[in-house]
């Protein structure tokens, strides 16, 4: 579950948005409205306001990085600190590749000669492991092929089939359609529930 | 041995020759340094002239408050050569108060266990034994600050997806920025390595050879070069791990998040 009351970051908001458990809602809307700024802003990366809550707790009674644990934002471009993909990963074992169509061996490769598609499913990898409450999206298929994001959904709804709430941030309307719950649309700062699924 | 050639200023003139051929040879060559060489060299003249009589009337008032007021000034000045040599500064107030306090508190520390414990002048404050030993200490730690600095807000505004992907799986920010933290240790710490390294082997450090110059024994010369230089490198350090973690705080807040707006970008 995810509530948001109020939340205002530079020209977005207020806005409020009750994500149930286990549902998905997609948030679509022109590029530079602020998608981005508003996922960023609820996994409190800029200083933001308002209040927001999952089943762990309020946001402002949690320590940021125990917040940022339960609520997994997955940026467009995912950030990487070491050389190869394993140190990144806190049970690399445990990791299996091959289900969103990587090389089983991926866990073992250098970053650096990562595509971008790989870098996007490896960093929902990484992101899983921590087992989050709420799990906030940021178009994670834009550099993915048709196979590729079908992998993708289905590993995604096996996430919402456990309980966890979606914020997905896409271009695609098909997307939408197909995944989402409930669909949003950011404009001029606001968010509003758009009529048809 | 305590005797020393006086320099005419005709000798000082002379000595500029090879300078002046340096300028004529980048005019020549269209370096684009003349300019910058004149500025240069017009202000060590005039500074160093300045300081010349400021330091003799000093010694000869002796003034603890008048010691104190220069010393104060000294560090302001680094402070703002510290700020000014960045290329990424912190905004507003911090950018200049992180490298002037923690130069000043490491430094001052420092030189006030070196004036009383160590050389012990009478009064221990006597200007001709604290400016100097403050000024060769405060002019080195300031370079290792500034680079220290430049290095970690260099290092974090270019790591930032990074340092993020790291917050976002749940590090605090210490975590997330160690590795820039040490790399801009790392490169604050290297002048002072680099110059206790190639001390007496490769350079002659200026204070030892003047005094040499000026008729004192090398044994004792290398004596007070050796305790300036453990000074030098000791307050060094103090100030450049004082700076880097004064600056990383305030690059970051108390909900864990990197602050990159409160830097601003100065020049390409």
């Known amino acids: 579950m995810l509530e948001i009351k109020a939340l205002s970051r530079l020209h977005i908001g207020p806005v409020s948005l009750s994500v149930a458990n286990g549902e998905i809602i997609a948030i679509t809307g022109p590029s530079g409205c602020g998608k981005s700024v508003l996922l960023r802003a609820v996994a409190d990366l800029d200083p933001n306001e308002g209040h927001l809550e999952t089943q762990s707790g309020v946001r402002a009674e949690i320590p940021a990085p125990a917040w940022r644990r339960k609520v997994g934002y997955l940026?467009?471009?995912?950030?990487?600190?070491?050389?190869?993909?394993?140190?990144?990963?806190?049970?690399?074992?445990?990791?299996?590749?091959?289900?969103?169509?990587?090389?089983?061996?991926?866990?073992?490769?250098?970053?650096?000669?990562?595509?971008?598609?790989?870098?996007?499913?490896?960093?929902?990898?990484?992101?899983?492991?921590?087992?989050?409450?709420?799990?906030l999206l940021d178009e994670p298929t834009a550099p993915l092929d048709a196979a590729s994001t079908a992998l993708f959904e289905a590993r995604l709804k096996r996430c919402v089939a456990s309980g966890v709430s979606v914020v997905l941030v896409t271009h695609d309307p098909a997307?939408?359609?197909?995944?989402?719950?409930?669909?949003?649309?950011?404009?001029?700062?606001?968010?509003?529930?758009?009529?048809h699924v | 041995m305590s005797e020393y050639v006086v320099l005419s200023y005709v000798d000082i003139a002379l000595a500029s020759v090879f300078l002046l051929l340096n300028g004529v040879l980048s005019l020549w060559l269209k370096l684009g340094v003349a300019r910058n060489l004149v500025f240069a060299t017009l202000r060590m003249v005039v500074q160093l002239l300045l300081v010349g009589l400021l330091l003799k009337s000093l010694f000869?008032?002796?003034?603890?408050?008048?010691?104190?007021?220069?010393?104060?000034?000294?560090?302001?000045?680094?402070?703002?050569?510290?700020?000014?040599?960045?290329?990424?500064?912190?905004?507003?107030?911090?950018?200049?108060?992180?490298?002037?306090?923690?130069?000043?508190?490491?430094?001052?520390?420092?030189?006030?266990?070196?004036?009383?414990?160590?050389?012990?002048?009478?009064?221990?404050?006597?200007?001709?034994?604290?400016?100097?030993l403050l000024g060769m200490i405060m002019g080195n730690a300031m370079t290792g600050i500034s680079l220290s600095l430049d290095t970690l807000h260099t290092a974090l505004n270019r790591e930032q997806r990074a340092i993020e992907a790291q917050l976002l799986l749940g590090a605090d920010k210490w975590q997330a920025m160690r590795p820039f933290i040490r790399q801009a240790m790392r490169a604050?710490?290297?002048?002072?390595?680099?110059?206790?390294?190639?001390?007496?082997?490769?350079?002659?450090?200026?204070?030892?050879?003047?005094?040499?110059?000026s008729g004192v024994d090398p044994n004792e010369a290398v004596k007070y070069q050796l305790m300036v230089m453990f000074l030098i490198a000791g307050a060094t350090g103090l100030a450049v791990m004082l700076a880097t973690l004064g600056s990383a705080r305030a690059l970051s807040d108390d909900r864990d998040r990197l602050r990159i707006d409160r830097l601003r970008k100065v020049k390409a």
Not at chain 2, 188 to 213: D, E, H, K
Request: hydrophobic share 50%; proline share 7%; charged share 15%.
């Open chain 2, 60 to 132: 000869t008032i002796q003034s603890p408050w008048l010691t104190l007021l220069i010393a104060l000034l000294m560090i302001g000045f680094a402070a703002r050569e510290i700020w000014a040599r960045q290329e990424r500064r912190l905004k507003g107030w911090q950018g200049m108060a992180i490298g002037g306090t923690s130069m000043g508190a490491s430094v001052g520390v420092v030189a006030l266990v070196a004036l009383i414990v160590l050389v012990q002048p009478e009064p221990w404050w006597h200007p001709r034994y604290a400016l100097p």
């Open chain 1, 75 to 135: 940026p467009a471009e995912s950030g990487w600190w070491a050389d190869t993909v394993a140190a990144h990963f806190e049970t690399p074992d445990k990791i299996d590749p091959a289900s969103l169509g990587l090389a089983p061996e991926a866990m073992g490769w250098d970053v650096a000669r990562l595509s971008s598609g790989e870098r996007q499913r490896l960093a929902f990898l990484r992101l899983l492991e921590h087992c989050p409450d709420v799990l």
């Open chain 2, 188 to 213: 604050g710490f290297m002048p002072s390595i680099n110059a206790m390294a190639a001390i007496g082997v490769v350079s002659l450090p200026g204070m030892m050879t003047g005094q040499i110059l």
């Open chain 1, 175 to 195: 997307q939408a359609t197909r995944i989402a719950d409930r669909h949003f649309v950011l404009d001029s700062g606001q968010l509003s529930e758009a009529a």
